[in-house]
């Protein structure tokens, strides 16, 4: 047997230890070598024997010898360690695009089509739809989980929850459809996704990170940015220690992650009840790549939606504890995205159900 001090003898425990290619045979390994059995210890023992020049120098040589060892053995571990841990990640990992091409197409109003089901071929997801898939699964990919709400709304959820009292001015911001129904004026259709925050928040505790899309209603007439039956998603999250920017960021992640890194946002100051501050986010109007056409009315930018810092009232409407949880929010339109990304010059076109714009779906 080779002993300790010869030469060769670390150069054959080097190997040994680069030799393991598992964490269990590097424990092994590590037992034989440093353990109480081991040649190292034996040698150690032995020393007692020596006369104490020699037992000094020796066991110096042997420390110096353990040292090396256990330091080969404790980087050949972190490097095992590390391909464990990557293995691990690539098992776990959610593959989003694979869900997405592995779904059956849906037709405009949301039913599934039968592959080959005549001359019409198969239906096609609108456009509009699949926008609202693909920012989902960006949201999702950043970690949020997505929730719905009643298009019907009461005129709590809509406005009062949200800090907006009977006769507030911001009300005239929504050009509300209200329904027949008792009480009077206290039955809408949904002018925002906003209320889905409410909802939320009365069904969750914090820590909260969620996104809510859904389709929205106004009296508006439409033009080329606007029409009465629209999308929004909202986003809402509530936890300890969030700050504007986290907000900024969560917006330019996720405009870049949709749109493509060369499609600038850009925050401006702005009022809403429900959040103080609060923002308008903006991106580059994709008709004309900034330099203004008619679809921004010569701006360069084209509005998505606002978003803020939520206002504390809303979350002691909701039994929150405003001192310990703060939050922000977000809504912008799902049809804006679909303009931008598309280059739509005019909104209207998405509701025209011309097959032109259908089979793009
Ligand atoms: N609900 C607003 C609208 O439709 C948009 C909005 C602004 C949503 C600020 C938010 C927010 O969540 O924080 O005009």
């Not at 210890?41 to 007692?48: C, D, H, K, V």
């Not at 917006?251 to 493509?260: H, L, Q």
């Not at 810092?309 to 339109?333: Q, S, T």
Request: with cysteine; aromatic share 8%.
């Amino acid at each position: 047997m080779v002993s300790v001090l010869d030469d060769g003898w670390l150069g054959e425990v080097l190997a040994q230890v680069a030799g393991a290619s598992t964490l269990d045979a590097l424990h092994e390994a590590a037992v034989e070598l440093t353990g109480k059995r081991s040649a190292l210890s034996a040698a150690r023992q032995a020393l007692g024997a020596l006369p104490p020049d020699e037992r000094r120098v020796r066991g110096q040589q042997l420390n110096d010898l353990r040292a090396q060892v256990e330091a080969a053995l404790a980087e050949r571990r972190s490097v095992l360690q590390a391909a464990q841990r990557r293995l691990r990640l690539a098992a776990d990992r959610l593959d989003l695009s694979e869900v997405l091409a592995a779904r059956a197409p849906r037709g405009a109003g949301g039913h599934r089509c039968v592959p080959g089901d005549g001359r019409w071929g198969r239906g096609r997801v609108h456009l509009v739809q699949r926008t609202r898939d693909e920012l989902e699964d960006v949201f999702v990919g950043m970690g949020f989980t997505v929730a719905d709400g009643p298009e019907v709304e009461t005129d709590w959820y809509n406005f009062e929850a949200l800090n907006m009292p009977p006769a507030h001015p911001a009300r005239g911001m929504f050009d509300t459809f209200y329904l027949d129904v008792e009480p009077p004026d206290g039955v809408l259709l949904r002018t925002h996704t906003s209320p889905v925050q409410i909802r939320v928040l009365q069904r969750r505790r914090p820590p909260v990170y969620a996104v809510m899309p859904g389709r929205c209603f106004r009296r508006e007439t439409p033009d080329a940015r606007h029409l009465p039956v629209f999308h929004q998603v909202e986003g809402l999250v509530v936890d300890e220690g969030i700050t504007f920017g986290d907000l900024a960021g969560t917006i330019e992640s996720f405009t870049a992650a949709y749109f493509g890194a060369d499609i600038d946002a850009r925050l401006r100051p702005a009022f809403f009840p429900f959040t103080e501050p609060s923002a308008e986010f903006e991106v580059t109007c994709t008709i004309c790549r900034g330099s203004g056409c008619r679809t921004c009315s010569h701006t360069g930018w084209v509005e998505l939606g606002g978003c803020g810092m939520v206002d504390p009232a809303v979350l002691v409407a909701v039994g929150i504890d405003p001192e310990r949880y703060g939050g922000f929010a977000f809504g912008f339109g799902i049809d804006r995205c679909t303009q931008m990304r598309h280059g739509i010059a005019d909104m209207r076109v998405l509701l025209d159900n011309d097959v032109r714009i259908l089979r793009q779906g």
